[in-house]
Protein backbone atom coordinates (compact mmCIF):
# COMPACT_ATOMS: atom_id res chain seq x y z
CA UNK A 1 0.00 0.00 0.00
CA UNK A 2 1.56 3.06 -0.73
CA UNK A 3 -0.07 6.47 0.66
CA UNK A 4 -0.31 10.46 -0.75
CA UNK A 5 -1.41 12.76 1.72
CA UNK A 6 -2.15 16.31 0.32
CA UNK A 7 -5.00 19.27 1.39
CA UNK A 8 -2.57 20.81 4.09
CA UNK A 9 -2.12 24.82 4.04
CA UNK A 10 -2.06 28.10 5.84
CA UNK A 11 -4.99 28.63 7.46
CA UNK A 12 -6.21 31.20 10.55
CA UNK A 13 -7.33 29.95 13.94
CA UNK A 14 -10.80 29.08 13.90
CA UNK A 15 -10.52 28.11 10.33
CA UNK A 16 -11.29 24.61 8.32
CA UNK A 17 -9.05 22.53 6.09
CA UNK A 18 -9.77 19.10 5.10
CA UNK A 19 -6.52 16.67 4.59
CA UNK A 20 -7.43 13.79 2.15
CA UNK A 21 -5.02 10.69 2.11
CA UNK A 22 -5.50 8.47 -1.34
CA UNK A 23 -3.73 5.28 -0.98
CA UNK A 24 -2.83 2.42 -3.69
CA UNK A 25 -3.49 -1.37 -3.51
CA UNK A 26 -7.09 -3.34 -4.19
CA UNK A 27 -7.49 -4.39 -0.65
CA UNK A 28 -7.07 -0.95 1.20
CA UNK A 29 -10.56 -1.27 2.29
CA UNK A 30 -9.31 -3.42 4.50
CA UNK A 31 -6.90 -1.31 6.32
CA UNK A 32 -7.36 0.41 9.55
CA UNK A 33 -5.99 3.71 8.77
CA UNK A 34 -4.80 6.77 11.11
CA UNK A 35 -3.67 10.24 11.49
CA UNK A 36 -0.95 11.10 13.00
CA UNK A 37 1.07 14.84 13.17
CA UNK A 38 4.39 15.99 14.33
CA UNK A 39 5.09 20.14 15.07
CA UNK A 40 8.78 20.70 14.76
CA UNK A 41 10.97 19.76 17.94
CA UNK A 42 8.43 16.80 19.03
CA UNK A 43 7.23 13.34 18.66
CA UNK A 44 5.03 12.02 16.34
CA UNK A 45 1.29 12.04 18.21
CA UNK A 46 -1.77 10.10 17.29
CA UNK A 47 -4.85 12.36 15.96
CA UNK A 48 -7.27 10.01 14.90
CA UNK A 49 -8.10 6.65 13.25
CA UNK A 50 -11.06 4.49 11.71
CA UNK A 51 -11.55 1.05 11.42
CA UNK A 52 -12.00 -0.64 8.05
CA UNK A 53 -15.63 -0.40 8.00
CA UNK A 54 -16.11 2.82 9.24
CA UNK A 55 -18.18 2.05 12.21
CA UNK A 56 -15.50 3.02 14.38
CA UNK A 57 -13.44 5.75 15.45
CA UNK A 58 -11.12 7.26 17.53
CA UNK A 59 -9.14 10.73 18.33
CA UNK A 60 -7.12 12.39 20.50
CA UNK A 61 -8.44 14.56 23.48
CA UNK A 62 -6.50 17.72 21.88
CA UNK A 63 -8.84 17.15 18.57
CA UNK A 64 -11.64 15.65 19.70
CA UNK A 65 -15.28 17.80 18.70
CA UNK A 66 -13.37 19.37 16.28
CA UNK A 67 -11.49 17.14 14.25
CA UNK A 68 -13.61 14.00 11.92
CA UNK A 69 -11.92 11.38 9.88
CA UNK A 70 -13.96 9.44 7.39
CA UNK A 71 -13.23 7.10 4.86
CA UNK A 72 -14.76 6.19 1.22
CA UNK A 73 -13.14 2.60 0.38
CA UNK A 74 -14.91 2.81 -3.02
CA UNK A 75 -12.39 5.66 -3.49
CA UNK A 76 -9.31 4.63 -1.38
CA UNK A 77 -9.24 7.66 0.72
CA UNK A 78 -9.18 8.24 3.81
CA UNK A 79 -10.17 12.15 4.64
CA UNK A 80 -9.68 14.47 8.01
CA UNK A 81 -12.15 17.37 8.47
CA UNK A 82 -10.50 20.01 10.67
CA UNK A 83 -12.58 22.66 12.43
CA UNK A 84 -11.82 25.15 14.96
CA UNK A 85 -8.38 25.47 14.04
CA UNK A 86 -6.04 26.31 16.63
CA UNK A 87 -2.25 27.82 16.30
CA UNK A 88 -1.80 24.63 18.33
CA UNK A 89 -2.54 22.23 15.94
CA UNK A 90 -0.03 23.53 13.80
CA UNK A 91 2.08 20.10 12.55
CA UNK A 92 2.85 17.97 9.66
CA UNK A 93 0.34 15.63 9.56
CA UNK A 94 0.99 12.04 8.68
CA UNK A 95 -2.31 9.17 7.43
CA UNK A 96 -0.97 5.72 8.28
CA UNK A 97 -2.29 2.03 7.77
CA UNK A 98 -2.50 -1.04 9.32
CA UNK A 99 -3.71 -4.01 7.14
CA UNK A 100 -6.50 -5.70 9.31
CA UNK A 101 -5.60 -4.27 12.67
CA UNK A 102 -7.49 -3.13 15.85
CA UNK A 103 -7.67 0.56 16.54
CA UNK A 104 -4.28 1.99 18.17
CA UNK A 105 -2.77 5.27 19.09
CA UNK A 106 0.63 3.93 18.64
CA UNK A 107 2.40 4.88 15.85
CA UNK A 108 4.44 1.54 15.73
CA UNK A 109 1.32 -0.25 15.09
CA UNK A 110 1.25 0.79 11.54
CA UNK A 111 3.09 -0.19 8.79
CA UNK A 112 2.30 2.25 5.82
CA UNK A 113 3.10 5.69 6.27
CA UNK A 114 2.32 8.62 3.77
CA UNK A 115 4.19 11.44 3.07
CA UNK A 116 3.49 14.28 5.84
CA UNK A 117 1.24 17.42 4.41
CA UNK A 118 1.64 20.84 6.77
CA UNK A 119 -0.84 22.48 8.24
CA UNK A 120 0.25 26.13 9.83
CA UNK A 121 -2.45 27.68 12.09
CA UNK A 122 -1.74 31.21 12.46
CA UNK A 123 -3.54 33.28 15.70
Known amino acids: VQLQASGGGLMQAGGSLRLSCAAS????????AAWFRQAPGKEREFVAA????????SYSDSVKGRFTISRENGKNTINLQMNSLEPEDTAAYYC?????????????????WGQGTQVTVSS
Open 25 to 32: GRTFGLYT
Open 96 to 112: AADKGGPLSTAKSRYDY
Open 50 to 57: IRWSGSTT
